[in-house]
């Protein structure tokens, strides 16, 4: 059963700064993993997608990597901005139906 | 082109009532995923359908069903409701096939059921 990780539950930093996000998984037979950003309340907002073969995926300010044989991906933000305050979600697809499985998130406030 | 739409975005039952949450996916897109979201268990996958079959199945009671028709669409059935029932419940679709894997899911922004 595939279970995830992300630390710490939630983070506060001042505008500017270059951020890491960490995610962790227990299997690694993963077909992708999806980085999302959830506002609260809102649905889940895809941010990037990144294919079990691939080792890391970029979309503007944002770099994800993937490092499949150890279970871990990382979510780089660079040059935080307040709007970029959100609860941050990593899920792994497994299986043969590509289920996805969550975290619980990482909830990030950055400061003007 | 169109995202996922869920209807309705807001919804109060007492308990012990039914509901049912509808979910639109992307053209084209042939699976249908449910999950739960609390504060307290996060996101909880509910059930996936595929071509108007349910493929995939989460942990939770039979009080909570669901189906797909033939155009894809689909909705999420619960009964008898209780208290616990109260979360954000949303819906994502993708192409569903493993193969097809470059696309991810695409998530619609939810219900909001509060069972009072």
């Known amino acids: 059963k595939q279970e995830v990780t992300q630390i710490p539950a939630a983070l506060s930093v001042p505008e500017g700064e270059n951020l890491v996000l960490n995610c962790s998984f227990t299997?690694?037979?993963?077909?992708?993993l999806q980085w999302f950003r959830q506002d609260p309340g809102k649905g889940l907002t895809s941010l990037l997608l990144i294919q079990s073969s691939q080792r890391e995926q970029t979309s503007g300010r944002l770099n994800a990597s993937l490092d499949k044989s150890s279970g871990r991906s990382t979510l780089y933000i660079a040059a935080s901005q307040p709007g970029d305050s959100a609860t941050y979600l990593c899920?792994?697809?497994?299986?043969?139906?590509?289920?996805?499985?969550f975290g619980k998130g990482i909830t990030l406030s950055v400061r003007p | 082109k169109a995202g996922v739409t869920q209807t309705p975005r807001y919804l109060i039952k007492t308990r012990g009532q039914q509901v049912t949450l509808s979910c639109s996916p992307i053209s084209g897109h042939r699976s249908v995923s449910w999950y739960q979201q609390t504060p307290g268990q996060g996101l909880q996958f509910l059930f996936e359908?595929?071509?108007?079959?349910?493929?995939n199945k989460g942990n939770f009671p039979g009080r909570f069903s669901g189906r797909q028709f033939s155009n894809s669409r689909s909705e999420m059935n619960v009964s008898t409701l209780e208290l616990g029932d109260s979360a954000l419940y949303l819906c994502?679709?993708?192409?569903?096939?493993?193969?097809?894997?470059?696309?991810?899911?695409?998530f619609g922004s939810g219900t909001r059921l509060t069972v009072v």
């Open positions: 359908y595929f071509s108007e079959t349910q493929r």
């Open positions: 994502a679709s993708s192409y569903g096939q493993a193969v097809l894997t470059n696309y991810g899911y695409t």
């Open positions: 899920a792994p697809s497994t299986g043969a139906n590509s289920k996805l499985t």
């Open positions: 299997d690694s037979a993963i077909y992708n």
